[in-house]
């Protein structure tokens, strides 16, 4: 007969042994520590307890032991802890802090329960919490107790309390002794509580007190009477009561005038909004009470309470936490530090020089040359960027533009310096353009562009630094908005080095649970560097032995599993009634979502396929299919796509990839076909190399000198995160299996192939009592898919019953003794 405890190891199959073997070392040292925390508070508990009956007869012989009076097994300690427990209390209680020392215990309990993974304390908190408490309240026994001070054998506030209760009141006064208890009672109240504020407005104004108990009391009666009757439904319409309690509160108050002026409404809502949390929450056991009522068992909580509770891995379940603060997705990797500009080299030859010979013969080539077609101009400018020099011609009166365009190839001809490119006319201006390269190009150093105020300051929600116009300015996107880029050059053109500057820009910005990357990388040499940085930043499939993906049927596998994420995704968004992963992340981080209904903030993933020709040319549509699909509808879920070739031609840039990656980045091609292949337009065979770039997005493309980060430089990066905490796993994406080489459907269910954790699934619905696919799903962190099936054979086996639309389907088996007999019966079948 299996238990619980199956059940909770079920969720962990994901992990590795070997990795469960490593951690299992540093958890069985804390689990031991843990304990023992926790042991020693409570021989300090009866130390502390006994001192108040035996402290005073035991008190005389601590103070004046007779000899090694206290080392003798007949010494007279009557504290039920021994002579050490009675020591440890007159000293901890009567020396230090007075009654408050029982604070201490609290902490080692506290902290021993978080060693032991028991409960997830935030351990920093609660130091502070205790350590402050204690010393205030020692401080106020010892100055309200400085009477008894010398007739009891306790201490109430400890010599501590006492001696610094004197000392305040030689200084400031007994009034001044209570203000300042005062003063910082409340000062601790409101930073630990949002509520302290409401509460002191509320004891400066009456009115509003009678006000807000009177709502308080509408506010629950309503959220009652609503939760009798969702009861039954409110299993799967987790998203909508949030939302609905929310917004009542606003529509039933009725506040005076006078309150409405008097205070801002904010504090107010939030209080609102936290009670009818709360309400949910009762409701939701309730819930799950009431469904087992027959059984009339309490116990049955427990186990519940069990399943729900149990932390995977180190990473802190949300439902633990404080639910009145807005979550924080950082939280878990709290001390995550983002990597320094030191990692990155810096040149020397950072700012431009301008080398005006150069220039005044540039000037001078390109008036002759221009004369030579008849065409006289008024003006010409330079711009000097770090690798080319845009020539701004203004054309003199009655020379039209358009002749200048019908001999754009002659003049670029007669210029025939490499890498020459008219922009006739200048978007937006009436000049003509002409980029010569440099003859002394200079690198754009990435440590220059990550450094930029730019880059620093931005608000973008996935910025990437490129590098930099032919002006000199940072060039950035947006890639939420770009949203899928394709990156096409030919081979030595600066294409690898333009994928890391795009990775290294993201590292410098994101947080670990901000963002996922999933990195194809056939040649398998490229982004191995990435490696370190798995439990970070990279994501993989359960069964990912390497999370860079160089295996071309792993591609594929992947591929479609990003698929099922992105349709997790759009799911979750449509039940939390959102239009985009922002808004969705938004409403989770203020705790408008219920984790408990499969809610969860969701990082960006930016999927990385570098040589995308090579892929196509083996797996074809396998992999075109699902870029694709990906590129279609996932920029609302936060999944974005950026695929490299060094091979633009159109039977791997296809016309569906190319309506899709409207972010076209082009280096040197080959030939002008190449160019148009990518960028719909000539210009990609004119550049010059090494970084230089054409961006594409909308209309007009933008030369780009891409930053230059080397393979040291990202290799410390890497090494710089990867040295830093980071999560048990890396990020694991739902699992995929091919539905075409499967039975599917209901109706054809093998019950002969039962899944291995169709035993663990039925428990887990019988003590939930809720059919629902998604709960097998995420408590076992198995796929949609699979999930799917095991309902199914849930269904067939007759301990859940027929699919009920959006609801979770009702549980038709009572309890563990009747699943015994349903599978027993299954297996004699
Ligand atoms: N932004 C840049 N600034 C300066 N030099 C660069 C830049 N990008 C590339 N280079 C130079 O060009 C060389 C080739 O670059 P890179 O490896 O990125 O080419 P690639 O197009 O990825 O080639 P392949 O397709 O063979 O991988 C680099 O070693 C470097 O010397």
């Excluded at 030919?490 to 990195?519: M, R, W």
């Excluded at 699979?786 to 549980?811: C, F, T």
């Amino acid at each position: 007969m299996k238990t619980m405890n199956d059940i909770k190891s079920a969720t962990e199959k994901s992990i590795s042994p070997k990795k469960v073997i490593t951690a299992i070392k540093s958890e069985t040292a804390h689990f031991v520590i843990g304990l023992l925390c926790v042991i020693f508070g409570v021989y300090l508990l009866l130390a502390f307890s006994s001192f108040f009956f035996t402290g005073g007869n035991d008190q005389s012989i601590l103070t004046h032991p007779e000899g090694n009076e206290l080392l003798e097994t007949g010494n007279k300690i009557q504290n039920y802890a021994g002579a050490r427990g009675a020591q440890l209390a007159q000293y901890l209680i009567n020396d230090c802090f007075g009654i408050p020392a029982y604070f201490i215990i609290v902490f080692l309990i506290v902290a021993g329960m978080r060693l032991m993974k028991a409960y997830q304390f935030r351990l920093q908190r609660w130091f502070v919490g205790c350590t402050v408490v204690m010393i205030w309240t020692s401080i106020t026994l010892g100055f309200a107790f400085d009477g008894t001070f010398e007739n009891s054998f306790i201490y109430p506030g400890g010599l501590h309390g006492y001696n610094v209760s004197q000392w305040i009141c030689s200084q400031i006064g007994t009034p001044g002794l209570i203000l300042a208890l005062f003063v910082t009672a409340v000062l601790f109240a409101t930073l630990i509580t949002r509520e302290t504020m409401p509460f002191m407005r509320k004891v400066f104004h009456p009115t509003l007190r009678k006000q807000s108990q009177a709502h308080s009391e509408e506010v629950k009666a309503e959220s009652d009477n609503k939760n009798r009757a969702d009861k039954k439904t409110m299993a799967e319409t987790s998203v909508q009561t949030p939302n609905d309690i929310k917004v009542e509160p606003q529509t039933n108050v009725s506040p005076t005038e006078e309150a409405t002026e008097t205070f801002p409404e904010i504090p107010m809502t939030m209080q609102e909004t936290k009670e009818t949390e709360s309400d949910v929450q009762v409701t939701a056991q309730e819930y799950s009470q009431q469904e087992n009522v027959k059984e009339e068992s309490d116990e049955q909580d427990e186990p519940l309470f069990e399943i729900d509770h149990t932390p995977t891995d180190e990473v802190e379940d949300v439902t633990h936490r404080d639910v009145t603060q807005p979550y924080n997705p950082r939280l878990d990797l709290e001390h995550y530090k983002f990597p320094t500009l030191d990692l990155l080299n810096t040149y020397n030859d950072n700012e431009p020089t301008i080398n005006m010979e150069e220039q005044n013969a540039n000037k001078d080539r390109i008036i002759r040359v221009l004369r030579s077609f008849d065409i006289e101009i008024s003006s010409i400018k330079a711009s000097v960027g770090p690798t080319i020099t845009l020539y701004e011609i203004t054309p003199a009166e009655g020379v039209r533009i358009s002749k200048i365009r019908n001999l754009e190839d002659d003049i670029a001809l007669s210029l025939s310096a490499l890498g020459i490119r008219i922009i006739a006319p200048i978007p937006g201006k009436g000049t003509i353009g002409i980029e010569v390269p440099n003859a002394n190009p200079r690198i754009v150093p990435m440590s220059s562009v990550l450094a930029s105020k730019k880059f620093q300051e931005t608000t973008f929600e996935l910025p990437i630094a490129l590098g930099k116009t032919i002006t000199n300015e940072v060039f950035m996107v947006d890639l939420a908005k770009a949203p899928h880029m394709l990156v096409a050059g030919a081979t030595g053109q600066g294409k690898s080095v333009g994928l890391n500057a795009i990775v290294t820009s993201l590292l410098y910005k994101k947080h670990p649970s901000e963002l996922k990357f999933v990195i194809i990388d056939p040649k398998k040499v490229e982004f191995a560097i990435y490696a370190p940085i798995e439990k970070h930043f990279l994501a993989k499939l359960p069964d990912g032995e390497d999370a860079i993906i160089t295996d071309v049927t792993k591609v594929v596998q992947t591929l479609n599993s990003l698929c099922v994420e992105m349709d997790t995704r759009y799911d979750l968004l449509k039940k939390a009634g959102c239009r985009n992963i922002k808004e969705y992340n938004n409403k989770f981080i203020n705790r408008q979502l219920n984790p408990e209904k499969g809610h969860r903030f969701m990082p960006y993933i930016v999927i990385i396929i570098d040589e995308f020709g090579d892929l196509i040319m083996t797996a074809g549509k396998e992999v075109e299919l699902p870029i694709c699909r990906i590129a279609q509808l996932a920029r609302a879920v936060g999944i974005h796509a950026i695929i490299a070739t060094q091979r633009p031609t159109t039977n791997i840039i296809t016309g569906t990839i190319k309506a899709n990656f409207p972010a076209r980045v082009a280096f040197r091609v080959a030939s002008m076909m190449d160019s148009r292949t990518i960028l719909d337009r000539p210009g990609a065979q004119q550049l010059i190399g090494k970084g230089d770039m054409l961006y594409l997005q909308g209309n007009d493309p933008v030369r780009v000198q891409c930053a230059f980060v080397d393979t040291p430089e990202v290799e410390r990066i890497a090494n710089y995160i990867s040295e830093q905490q980071g999560y048990p796993t890396a990020f694991m994406l739902p699992e995929y299996v091919d539905d075409s080489a499967d039975s599917g459907g209901a109706a054809e269910v093998d019950m002969n192939r039962l899944d291995p954790l169709f035993e663990d699934a039925a428990r887990l619905v019988i003590y939930h009592q809720q059919g629902s696919t998604s709960l097998i799903q995420r408590k076992f962190s198995i796929g949609y898919n699979r999930a799917g099936r095991i309902m199914d054979q849930l269904e067939h086996a007759g301990i859940v019953g027929a699919a009920n639309g959006s609801k979770a389907r009702d549980v038709l088996c009572m309890d563990e003794n009747d699943l015994e007999m349903r599978m027993n019966s299954l297996k004699n079948e």
